[in-house]
């Protein structure tokens, strides 16, 4: 697929349970092939997440933000995703959105 602009960078932050951290882990070893096409199909052109402990932090280049979660609102490999990593996830920390980006403080800047 070629993308005619440039990617919108998103940060996100969610936090497990504690106990979770393996379990996170393995399920993300192998990630559905149903899953990686409604990503790529919603505008998603990477996804990583780094773990500290329970926090998870995300880094999300994708077309547009807002149509990206429009997309997989009702997809089914979303949801059945959604539904096996909302059992890891702390559902009491009111940081476990991915509706919500992380405000970004500073950048250092490429040089060209």
Do not use: C
Not at 66 to 91: C, F, H, S, V, Y
Not at 97 to 105: H, I, K
Request: net charge negative; proline share 5%; glycine share 6%.
């Amino acid at each position: 697929m070629t993308h005619d602009s440039p990617p919108h960078s998103v940060a996100l932050r969610t936090r497990l349970k504690p106990g979770q951290e393996a379990t996170y882990e393995s399920v993300h070893a192998v990630i559905p092939d149903e899953l990686d096409a409604a990503l790529r199909r919603a505008g998603v052109r990477t996804w990583r997440i780094w773990r500290s402990g329970l926090d998870l932090f995300h880094f999300v280049e994708v077309d547009d933000f807002e149509a990206m979660k429009a997309a997989l609102a009702g997809d089914p490999a979303d949801l059945a995703w959604q539904a096996r990593i909302n059992q890891l996830l702390d559902t009491d920390d009111d940081r476990n959105s991915t509706s919500t980006a992380l405000g970004l403080v500073w950048e250092l800047p490429g040089k060209e």
